[in-house]
């Protein structure tokens, strides 16, 4: 069946270390791929899209790489701080063109 | 610039009853999207409307939901009748890009229904 994983588990780190959360897909051929942030209470927020075509993505202390043939997105972020604990969704469109399909999150939590 | 905007933030409401939620797109905006979010299933698209034309309503559960967008700015969803299973969290997003591009989310409607 087709779908979006991402870890339904909560990741636990450390403040200061780096958080790496994983978004696998099946049977989608998406032209790009989203990731966005969602604090309690509150809707998602955009943090950054890639495209096909591009392996890895920068934007100050988040990464974000794509692998089509591994049909999978990483997620970074260095030098975690508490005020990055959120939830964590990935969206992709199952095929080129088509509209934005989300993942159901995974909750990171950064100790300080 | 306001950001989408939706009411109410919060409706408690009785199964069978009415329910209206609306959302203001942001300005300039032409992609309004209706998602629903439960811990079950996570977010769920349930219809996007392009330059005020509905696209793809393929996620409106049932014919209890109906939504429309009577201007370039302003769309209503409309629950008639509500049951307990509709309770949610209902938000409403727009896009400058269309359907693939960047979603801006508003804070959401929770529903519940008793």
């Known amino acids: 069946s087709q779908k979006i994983e991402q870890n339904s588990e909560a990741l636990n780190i450390q403040e200061g270390k780096t958080a790496t959360l994983t978004c696998n897909y099946t049977n989608y051929s998406p032209a790009y791929l989203q990731w966005y942030r969602q604090d309690p209470g509150r809707g998602p927020v955009f943090l950054l899209l890639?495209?096909?075509?591009?392996k890895e993505k920068r934007k100050e202390r988040l990464k974000v790489t794509f692998d089509t043939t591994l049909k999978q997105s990483l997620f970074h972020i260095t030098a975690s701080q508490p005020a990055d604990s959120a939830t964590y969704l990935c969206a992709l469109d199952i095929f080129t063109g088509d509209k934005l399909t989300f993942g159901t999150g995974t909750r990171l939590a950064v100790r300080p | 610039d306001a950001g989408v905007i939706q009411s109410p933030r919060h409706e408690v409401t009785e199964m069978g009853q009415e329910v209206t939620l609306r959302c203001k797109l942001i300005?300039?905006?032409?992609?309004l999207f209706w998602y629903r979010q439960t811990m079950m299933r996570g977010l769920e698209l349930l219809i996007y409307?392009?330059?005020?034309?509905?696209?793809?309503d393929s996620g409106m559960p049932e014919d209890r939901f109906s939504a429309k967008m009577p201007n370039a700015s302003f769309s209503t969803l409309k629950i008639q009748p509500s049951e307990p299973r509709d309770s949610a969290v209902y938000f409403c997003?727009?896009?400058?890009?269309?359907?693939?591009?960047?979603?801006?989310f508003g804070e959401g409607s929770r529903l519940t229904v008793l």
């Open positions: 409307f392009n330059n005020n034309v509905p696209i793809d």
């Open positions: 890639i495209r096909e075509n591009e």
């Open positions: 997003a727009s896009s400058a890009t269309g359907s693939t591009g960047e979603l801006f």
């Open positions: 300005s300039g905006h032409n992609s």
